[in-house]
């Protein structure tokens, strides 16, 4: 069934205020969401921290049922972190890797995962590779698998990287590495709420997303979701803590047998109520019509962006998402978003500083990111390129 976007517009106060073209950065929140964490903190405040968390016990354990609702697993492997950066290094931390080992990771790696990543190298003589891309900008399956051998330990992987609207084959590397030993671990922070994820489709052993992106949940929320093969190969986790852990003996920490050892004690606990109830909202209006919704909307967008001359569209990839990335001649991206802003208009930049793999060899320092998501109009997407094309062109 079609999304009814005025019903989905009026749930979203922001939507009056501003053309929110920056879900890939952090959306505008349905009002569910917003009054589900304010209700938690104000009754917080009314009986104490540890009280309300005995008291909403159920609230709070369902973000891990809702996760499994919408992107499959168990509720035990699933954990609830602060941020899509906590919970990708909370699992990469978890590994034990040898000298010589090798892991292999593409152009469109984040920047904090990439610091994980060579923390490993630096700490335990891990070797990272880089995987080349195809001539469609994503990663080189074939070269992938080229690059597999008796020493590669893990695939790290992007789903949908920050700086531009391509989709990475997540599926068939799942199917490339589902007979080896090789864990494979998905950054699904740019693609969860806006595309079908699902743990058991990709094949992935790890699995990592925010909840302030697409999904439409709070800021300081997060979850990541590790496989029963990915558990037995872990142990304590950087910043393991009592509530993920058992203290057995003086000198002994054991980690929980669950992805609970991934999760600290201190967490946003009404974040936690508002993303399980992003979760649900996102659910009930589905992914799958979400997804052609913001087909839709960034189709049109890049349709009519290329249609400026002075517009260079930088998206790439043969599948491509909900991000639309741009350059215009003579205009810094950060002019453009300083002009944008002054007309109620919201989009982000995407810099090197998040592509070092990826912007030099392109020629590019910095783009404008345009992200749609399915409360955006028609007419909103209009009016952006209509800013766009009143700009003084050389």
Not at 235 to 264: K, L, Q, Y
Not at 341 to 370: C, H, K, T, W, Y
Request: aromatic residues 6%.
């Amino acid at each position: 069934m079609p999304i009814d976007v005025d019903a989905v517009r009026a749930d979203t106060p922001g939507c009056e205020v501003v053309a929110h073209f920056n879900s890939a950065g952090s959306s505008l929140p349905p009002v569910c969401v917003v009054d589900s964490v304010v209700e938690y903190l104000r009754r917080e405040a009314l009986i104490g921290g540890y009280e309300i968390a005995d008291e909403r016990h159920e609230d709070l354990s369902a973000v891990y049922t809702a996760a499994c609702s919408l992107f499959g697993g168990r509720p035990d492997n699933w954990a609830f972190v602060e941020s899509a950066t906590r919970a990708w290094n909370a699992a990469f931390s978890a590994l034990r890797f040898e000298v010589g080992d090798r892991v292999l990771t593409t152009r469109a790696e984040y920047p904090s995962n990439m610091g994980g990543l060579l923390r490993a190298g630096e700490l335990q003589g891990v070797e990272i590779v880089v995987v080349p891309d195809d001539e469609h900008g994503q990663v080189d399956v074939s070269a992938l698998e080229s690059l597999l051998d008796e020493r590669t330990r893990l695939v790290s992987l992007m789903h949908v990287p920050t700086q531009g609207g391509l989709v990475n084959p997540v599926i068939e590397v799942g199917r490339l590495l589902r007979d080896t030993p090789i864990l494979y671990q998905v950054d699904a922070c740019q693609s969860v709420g806006q595309l079908p994820v699902d743990v058991d489709t990709i094949g992935c052993d790890i699995l990592s997303f925010t909840g302030r992106k697409f999904l439409r949940g709070p800021r300081g929320t997060g979850m990541v979701w590790a496989g029963d093969a990915a558990l037995e190969r872990m142990a304590n986790p950087a910043g393991v803590d009592g509530w993920g852990s058992s203290w057995d003996e003086p000198m002994t920490i054991t980690p929980a047998a669950t992805a609970r050892r991934f999760e600290p004690y201190e967490v946003f606990f009404a974040g936690k109520v508002g993303l399980a109830t992003a979760m649900r909202y996102a659910a009930d209006i589905g992914v799958a019509e979400i997804a052609a919704r913001n087909e839709l909307l960034a189709g049109r967008l890049r349709e009519a962006l290329t249609a400026i001359d002075a517009v260079t569209v930088r998206d790439q990839g043969t599948e491509r998402c909900a991000i639309v990335t741009f350059t215009v001649a003579g205009h810094a991206p950060r002019d453009i978003q300083t002009l944008l802003r002054g007309q109620r208009i919201n989009v982000s930049i995407a810099s090197q500083m998040s592509a070092r793999l990826d912007f030099p060899d392109r020629g590019l320092d910095e783009v404008v990111r345009a992200s749609v998501h399915y409360f955006n109009t028609i007419d909103e997407v209009d009016a952006l390129v209509a800013a766009i094309e009143r700009l003084e062109l050389p």
